[in-house]
């Protein structure tokens, strides 16, 4: 009987992985029971004592002392307790005024047992909550032990966990004898069959914590997850932030190939999720938590928390995703309620700030201190520089005329457009002397003294003839100086009545030699 009992008593204890003690404290309970259904013992308080040692069974029948008995079965007075069983009994202290053998019947025996099997199940609850107690948040491996219509059965090794239909992803198929990892979230102690384990598939944290065990630099806290908005089974986006110097935190959450991130894919059964670099700037923020989409402009009004996002028109549908899917969940991340436009649904100029640009040709510091010698080296290094004539190959067959006329006519035409500059730019002096000249006669000076020099070194480089040249060329001097209010404007009619006669003799030298050519080929003819 000992030997027997205690190893049934050891091998029930490592069966359900409890203590020795709760065993114990199970069948005794069990024995109780089964004795208050003995028709001698019924109605009274039974106490059973299991030796664990010896295996032997003590079953006593127990009364509570009172001063006013109101039920004889389960109570005793105090002078009665004293005179027959023990002289220092008090109020409240249990005696034991029976002894039952243990003999207890078939009735009685299948009772234990069932109350025996309770009793352990409740410990192995009670063990299961305090060993889950505190961990809610955390992931935890699962097998799916049954389907039911609301529900999944999830056996956790341990003990039953419960995954509702709420918290089930509606993409994923569930199989029974498939293992899945699982959020656990919460602990129900109130329910009937005693605390159960609630976990779930579609909370956001299951994929906070899944990055964590994936990705090293988050559990060690190089990068941080700022924010996730999750459409479980469907998108995901996570921004997330260095805190460390030198980190890259997208690359750090992608992995080599995009080890680290499939992983995490492949978990969530294909759920796509995008990784987006966090921003404090809110404008730079919303940008990123669009992409994939290219985003043009945003401006946020931080009174109503709203903002608006201008995008292509060929990324319009992109950067609001599938039934307004990329949208809300950009959104969701940022906080703010962003409205989508295309690019050609508003004006962009009415989003630009006007902010005045400095002249390119002169600085706005030196405008307004720009002295007459200043504005004369300025006016001089421009037409310096557009009317420099690159060498002539003594080869080619260039007139002359035609180089002069064409540097001529370039110059005029810069010296205009720097004269309409400088009247309109230039700021006025007020006492400057009465007999300086003004910007357009220190205009026409410069370009004569340009055309002059211009000039010389043709007659140097070429030795064309300049007879052919008509005389009216050389009236400039006469018509710049005789009419200096107007000069500009009969300048550059002059120039464009030049133009056009060297053009004439240009076609009539072009004929002549196309005619040669003619002959030429005419003649070669006659020698074949």
Not at 295 to 302: F, G, P, S, T, Y
Not at 313 to 339: F, M, P, T, Y
Not at 389 to 397: A, F, G, K, N
Request: glycine share 6%; proline share 4%; with cysteine.
């Amino acid at each position: 009987m000992k030997s027997d009992f205690l190893i049934a008593l050891t091998q029930l204890a490592a069966e359900r992985n409890l203590p020795r003690d709760k065993v114990m404290s199970a069948i005794e309970a069990a024995l109780v029971s089964a004795f208050k259904k003995d028709s001698v013992t019924e109605g009274h308080n039974i106490s059973v004592r299991l030796d664990p040692g010896s295996g032997d069974i003590e079953v006593d029948i127990v009364k509570t002392v009172v001063d006013t008995v109101e039920d004889p079965l389960q109570e005793l007075t105090r002078e009665e307790a004293r005179e027959n069983y023990n002289p220092n009994a008090n109020i409240g202290d249990v005696i034991k005024t029976q002894n039952i053998p243990n003999s207890a019947g078939r009735i009685a025996a299948q009772t234990a047992k069932q109350v025996v099997l309770q009793r352990l199940r409740e410990a192995e609850r009670e063990i299961v909550l305090a060993e889950y107690e505190g961990r809610e948040g955390e992931i935890i491996t699962v097998t799916i032990q049954r389907i039911e219509p609301n529900k999944i059965i999830l056996d956790t090794g341990r003990t039953e966990a419960i995954l509702p239909i709420s918290q089930q992803v509606s993409s994923e198929r569930y199989r029974q004898g498939s293992k899945m990892k699982v959020l656990l979230q919460a602990i129900d102690k109130e329910s009937i069959r005693g605390p159960e384990l609630i976990v779930s598939r579609a909370d956001e944290i299951l994929l906070r914590r899944l990055f964590e065990q994936e990705v090293p630099e988050i559990y060690n806290g190089a990068v941080e997850i700022v924010g996730i908005a999750r459409e479980s089974g469907s998108r995901s986006k996570v921004a997330v932030r260095a805190k460390q110097d030198g980190v890259d935190p997208v690359g750090s959450c992608v992995g080599l190939r995009g080890v680290r991130i499939q992983s995490i894919v492949n978990e969530l059964q294909g759920e796509k999720i995008d990784i987006l670099e966090w921003s404090r700037d809110s404008n730079r923020y919303i940008q990123n938590a669009l992409s994939p989409s290219e985003v043009l402009r945003v401006d946020v009004n931080k009174d109503n928390n709203t903002a608006v996002a201008i995008v292509p028109n060929r990324h319009l549908s992109l950067a609001i995703g599938k039934e307004g899917q990329n949208a809300r969940l950009a959104a969701k991340l940022c906080g703010w309620a962003v409205d989508i436009k295309s690019d050609m649904d508003v004006d962009l100029t009415t989003y630009e700030k006007k902010e005045e640009q400095p002249s390119p040709e002169i600085p706005e510091a030196q405008e307004a201190t720009l002295t007459d010698e200043e504005l004369y080296e300025l006016v001089s290094s421009s037409l310096v520089k557009s009317n420099s004539v690159p060498e002539q190959d003594s080869s080619l067959d260039v007139e002359p005329q035609e180089v002069i006329a064409g540097g001529i006519e370039t110059a005029v035409i810069e010296a205009e457009g720097i004269s309409e500059i400088l009247q309109t730019e230039a700021p006025n002096t007020e006492d400057k002397s009465e007999d300086a000249l003004t910007p357009e006669e220190e205009l026409l000076l410069l370009e004569l003294e340009e055309e002059e020099k211009i000039q010389e070194t043709q007659r140097e480089e070429t030795a064309a003839d300049i007879s052919e040249l008509p005389e009216d060329i050389w009236s400039i001097h006469r018509s710049g100086a005789g009419s200096p209010q107007t000069g500009s404007i009969r300048f550059a009619e002059d120039i464009d009545e030049l133009k056009s006669g060297v053009v004439g003799r240009r076609e009539r030298r072009g004929g002549g030699r196309s005619q040669n050519k003619r002959r030429g080929q005419g003649n070669n003819k006659k020698r074949r």
